[in-house]
Structures are given as structure tokens and as C-alpha cells.
């Protein structure tokens, strides 16, 4: 992009102002006259996502609700799960997470036995073809036995370190023996120089406490930063002075947290003819007071673990607003600034001299933006894509 255009009535902080592109960065931000049009933010980016999941409700329909059921069906629909069937889902959902103007993601890839899974390898294929457009990480989802285990987890975790993003991962839920092997896993990441990523306390039992455990080794192990734990829906029934001791010690060892309303909420305290009671979402209003970063995702899209959705950072910050009762102005970095710092990307922001990958929402305030599914602008370089309806 060579010539200068200037993008008028944008809101940015409260302001109205106008925007100068220039070879494809911000060249200059200047006070404009008259009210917003539109509200701008970097590119989102979405920390927690399951790709090799996508779309399989109408072939997966779980039997019953809740978490256990939606792993049976997913489990049995991996006859499915072809290198082309894996493909083409996967492509589906990134491109729909372009059109959206996401610009990464991390997509944990279930490992269920020893050997690597055949979505690992095509994940990593498809990841490689889309990387000028979103950048794509994976985690695998590994049992904490099997990860744990001293006779398999090393060579998975070497497997990670040659052929992922540098991101080692694990399900915990009440397993035995978590300490002993959440250490080896831990040590695995030292040896390795791995991120961890962890899907823990996924349900609403009070004695489900791997979280405390990873906020401990996090300190122990001097990983503030590398850690990043998603779901914790345990946090939000047990008592309020046990929860507010582990989030202060979640801050100082520097742990960031991933609260997932989508599946979240579709998954917990489910019963077939009842009325759910609880949200099953992780206290992040305290979080965040305890100095936690917390951070959005999608999760699952179209699949037994939530049937609905979108690779939509907008649509998943407007349901977590509704369901944890947030303002959404001071929630922006969920998505954005804070997700990116939590995947070791490099923090987006709007400010001169920075690359002109945003997008606007058109409303003259952000209530306005998010009163309803936004018309999108989406500029990558200082090029505008498309406009989404």
C-alpha cells in the first residue's frame, strides 16, 4: 500500500478519532470531529479452540448431557476422522475464523493413546498452508495417565517439542496420583522448553483441585507466563476463602486462566427435564482482581461438547458479558491483548507506527458495537478485506 488513506469517526478509548494508513501501518491517530461510526480493536486472537472436533454434531449427538457423555460420542466418531475428513473440517473453521478476523489460534488436538494421532499430523499440515492468515498452535489433549505415565509421556513430550508450536498439554479431572504425575509433566516441559496448557477441574465437584497443584508447581518450576489453565468450573463451588487464597497464589506464580462460556455453560449441571442451577464458569471477576490474566475462547464449535457456536472471538465476548455480567470496554484484552501475551504472540495494539491489522464494529459506542451480531470491518496490512454482515 503505497498512497495515505484516512479512515474517519472511529472510536478508540472513549474517543473519536481518525485513522491515517500508510504502507500498510498506522501512520498517524488524530482527534476527529463528530461521533463514531465504528469501534476498533487489534485483530483477536482466540487461546482455546478444538479443531479436530469441528462440525461433528450431526454425525455425534451424545446420549445424554454433560461432559462425559459428549467424550463417549466424540470418541466413538474418531472412526470418521480421515486424514481428508480432519482437512476439510479443519479449513472450514479457520477459514471461517479469517472471515471473523481472528488472527490466531491454539487448537488442542486429542491424544488418547501412546502413539501420535493421526489429527496431530494433519493439524500441523494445515496450519503450515494457512500460516499468512491465522497463525495456528496446537496443544495435544493428553490424559494426565498417559502424559504422566514415566513409559510414555517423554516421548510424547520430544514428539511435541520436534513437531509442535512448543506447547505441551493435558486433562485433569479428579485423576489418581495427580501430584506425582503432574510433576513428571512439568519436568517434561522444563527438560523440553515447553508451554503448558491444561484443561483442569472441568466439572463442579469441590474436591477437584488439580488447579492448586499447577499454581504450585508453576511457582516451583519458575514458569510464570508459560502456563496457561482452561475451564477451572470447580472454582465456582468451592469456598469463597479457599477460591481467594489459590488466586492470589495463581497471580504470583503467574498462571493465566481460560474461561470458556460456550461449553461451559451447555456442558454443566446438566439433567435431562431440569432446569440448570449453575453457570459452571470460573470465577473470573475475582480472578482478575487477584491480578490473574484471564482470557476468552470458543472452545467447541458444532460439536458434542456444544453443538452451537462460531470461530467468533465477538460472539464469545458478548455471551461471556451476559453470563458473568461483564462490561465489555474493560474486557477487550480478553481477546485480544491479554490472548495474544498468553500464546507467546506478539501484543497487537492501535497506536502510530503499529501494523494496520484491526477491526472495526460499526456503533458509536461499544454498546452499541455488541447490542447485537456487529457489521465488521476487517483491515490486514491497511487493506480492508471484506465487509461481514
Not at 13 to 30: F, K, W
Amino acid at each position: 500500500m503505497s498512497a495515505a488513506s484516512v479512515l474517519d469517526g472511529i472510536g478508540l478509548e472513549g474517543r473519536c478519532v481518525s485513522l491515517t494508513l500508510e504502507r500498510g501501518r498506522i501512520a498517524a491517530i488524530a482527534p476527529c470531529a463528530g461521533a463514531a461510526q465504528w469501534q476498533v480493536l487489534p485483530l483477536p486472537v482466540d487461546p482455546h479452540v478444538h479443531l479436530d472436533k469441528s462440525f461433528i454434531w450431526p454425525r455425534a449427538r451424545p446420549d445424554a448431557p454433560g461432559l462425559f457423555p459428549a467424550i463417549e460420542a466424540t470418541q466413538s466418531d474418531k472412526a470418521y476422522w480421515t486424514e481428508a475428513d480432519l482437512r476439510t473440517r479443519a479449513a472450514r473453521a479457520l477459514a471461517e475464523a479469517q472471515a471473523n478476523g481472528i488472527r490466531g489460534m491454539r487448537s488442542h488436538v486429542d491424544w488418547g493413546e501412546p502413539d501420535t494421532p493421526l489429527a496431530w499430523t494433519v493439524l500441523g499440515e494445515v496450519a503450515a498452508e494457512w500460516r499468512d492468515r491465522v497463525t495456528l498452535q496446537r496443544a495435544p489433549l493428553v490424559s494426565l495417565d498417559i502424559l504422566g505415565d514415566p513409559a510414555h509421556g517423554p516421548a510424547i513430550a520430544a514428539h511435541v517439542a520436534a513437531t509442535g508450536d512448543g506447547v505441551l498439554g493435558a486433562f485433569l479431572y479428579r485423576h489418581a496420583d495427580y501430584p506425582e504425575k503432574l510433576a513428571r509433566i512439568f519436568a517434561l516441559a522444563a527438560d523440553h522448553g515447553l508451554r503448558l496448557d491444561f484443561h483442569v477441574d472441568e466439572g463442579l465437584e469441590p474436591e477437584a483441585q488439580g488447579f492448586d497443584e499447577i499454581v504450585r508447581l508453576t511457582g516451583v518450576h519458575g514458569m510464570a507466563g508459560r502456563v496457561l489453565c482452561g475451564h477451572a468450573c470447580a472454582l465456582s463451588v468451592r469456598p469463597a476463602d479457599a477460591v481467594a487464597r489459590v488466586l492470589d497464589d495463581a497471580a504470583e506464580a503467574g498462571i493465566a486462566l481460560c474461561v470458556l462460556p460456550t461449553t461451559n455453560l451447555w456442558l454443566q449441571d446438566g439433567s435431562p427435564g431440569r432446569t440448570p442451577r449453575l453457570r459452571g464458569l470460573a470465577p473470573l471477576h475475582e480472578a482478575r482482581a487477584a491480578g490473574v490474566r484471564v482470557v476468552f475462547g470458543a472452545d467447541n464449535v458444532a460439536d458434542p461438547f456444544y453443538p452451537f457456536g462460531s470461530f467468533d472471538t465477538i460472539e464469545t465476548l458478548r455471551l461471556a458479558c451476559t453470563a458473568a455480567h461483564l462490561d465489555p470496554t474493560e474486557w477487550l484484552g480478553a481477546i485480544t491483548t491479554d490472548a495474544s501475551q498468553t500464546l507467546g504472540l506478539p501484543a497487537p495494539t492501535i497506536a502510530p507506527n503499529a501494523p494496520a491489522d484491526f477491526l472495526l464494529l460499526h456503533g458509536a459506542d461499544w454498546h452499541q458495537a455488541l447490542r447485537r451480531p456487529p457489521k465488521r470491518r476487517i483491515f490486514r496490512n491497511g487493506t480492508k478485506i471484506e465487509d461481514t454482515p
